[in-house]
C-alpha cells in the first residue's frame, strides 16, 4: 500500500514513520511518498527517516523492510494512485502562526493557533488549500482514504468532506491523550476503557470512561488528588471539573479561563508561535549543516517541543508527564485508522466525521468529535447521549463560526468573514472583529475583493 503524506517536510513526519516502522501485519504500507513545497525541508526529513530506518533494521531481528521513501514537489505526482493521504500542511508556515497569534494579542483577544480568531485565520487560508488538494485527489486518486491532520482540522475535513464525502476524516490526538490520562490516574489499562467523549475538535468533552461496563469516570471527578495526577484536572482544576461533571479537553481552556490564558499569553516574552518558528528554522538548519546527525538532533528537537507544549498556560514549576511527552498519539490514531481500513478489522476510535444525525441540535453535514466504528468501509459515527445544554451552545456556536469561515474562504468574501470572526465567543466585539479583519488583511488574502 502506498501512503502519501502532504506536508511530507513538517516536523512530526517522522512519527508517523516510525509507527509505519513497528507495525508488521499484513497488508501494510511499503513505500511513502513525502510531498511539500519546500524541497530542502523534504530532504531533511528524508535524511532523519533514512537514518531511524537503519536504527531500526540494526534492532529488530526478522524485521520486514523498511517502507520505501520517495519525495517530490509536484502534488499531482504525490498523490497519483495512492491508497491513503495524511494531510498535513501548514499553509503560511510558522510565520503565518505568529502573525495569527500576534494580530488577535495586540487587540485583546485570544491569540492562538487553531482556537479564536487565531484559529480563524488561519482556517482562512488554508481552506482554499484544502479544496485543492481535495480536487486533485478526485482526479487522480478516487479511491484514497484523506486523514486529514491540517488544522483547524474540524474546519477543514469539512471544507474536504464537500468534495470528498466520508472519504476524508479528521484527526486529532487531544481526545485520545485525555482519555489515556484518565484511565491512567485510576490505575487501568487504557486499551480495557471506553471513553464516551463528544464534542467538535478542540473543544470537546470526555463524560464517561467505561471499564468492564461501569462509568468509572465519576470516582476519578471525585477524587481531587488523581485529577491532579493528570493536565486536565490541574488546569481546570478539581473543583471545575466536578462542576461540569466531565473532563474538558485541554483546549477548553481558552473558554472557561479566557481572561487567565489571555493574561499569561501577553505575559510571555514569545508565542508559541515564537518560539516554534526559532526552534524549527535551528533545527532544518542543523541538519543542512550536519546531515549524518539528522536523526539524533530530531529526537532533542522534538523532546524539546514535546516538554514545552501548552507551556504558556501552565504554571512554571509545573513539567509535563514524561508518559505524555513519549506518548504522542497523533500517530498512533492515524496508523489505527489505516490498519482498520486496510486489514478490516473494525475498531472504536474518536476522529472528526460527518454528524448525521449524532449531535441532534448540529447541522447533518458538521462535522463533530465523537467516537466512530472503523472498518474497511471507513469510519461511522456511533451513537451517543446528547451533549447537556452549555456543551450543545458551545458547540452550536462555534460550528456555526467555522461554517461561516469556510463559506468565506470559498466565496472570498470579506464580508462574511467579518461576520464569522463577530460571532466566535472569544471575540467580544463586532468593532474587534473588524479591526481582526484589518489587521490580518482578509481583503488581501482574498485577492483585495
Ligand atoms: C496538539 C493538537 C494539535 C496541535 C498541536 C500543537 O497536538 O492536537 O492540533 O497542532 O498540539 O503543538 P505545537 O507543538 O505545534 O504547539
Ligand atoms: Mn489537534
Redesign the pocket.
Known sequence: MRLTILGGGGFRVPLVYGALLRDHDEPRVDEVVLYDVDAGRLSAVERVLEQMARQATRQATGAHDAPLVVATTDLEEALGGTDFVFSAIRVGGLEGRTRDEHVALDLGVLGQ??TGPGGLAYGLRTVPEAMRIADTVVRVAPRAWVIN?T?P?GMVTEAMQAVLGDRVVGI???PIALARRAATALGLDPARTRADYVGLN?LGWLRGLVHDGEDVLPRLLADPSALRGIEEGRLFGPDWVQALGALPNEYLYYYYYARDALASIRAEPAT?GDY?LQQQRAFYDAVAARPARAYEEWQRVRAE??A???AEVRSEDEARDEADVAGG??EGVALAFMAAVMRGTATTMILNVRNGTTVAGLPRDAVVEVPCLVDAAGARALSTTPPDPHQLGLMSQVKAVEQLTIAAARSRDVGLATTAFALHPLVDSVSVARELVRGYRIADLFGGA
Open positions: 493557533e487553531t491532520f488544522n482540522a486529532c490526538d487531544s478542540h508559541r516554534l517541543r514535546d514545552t507544549y501548552m498519539g497523533y
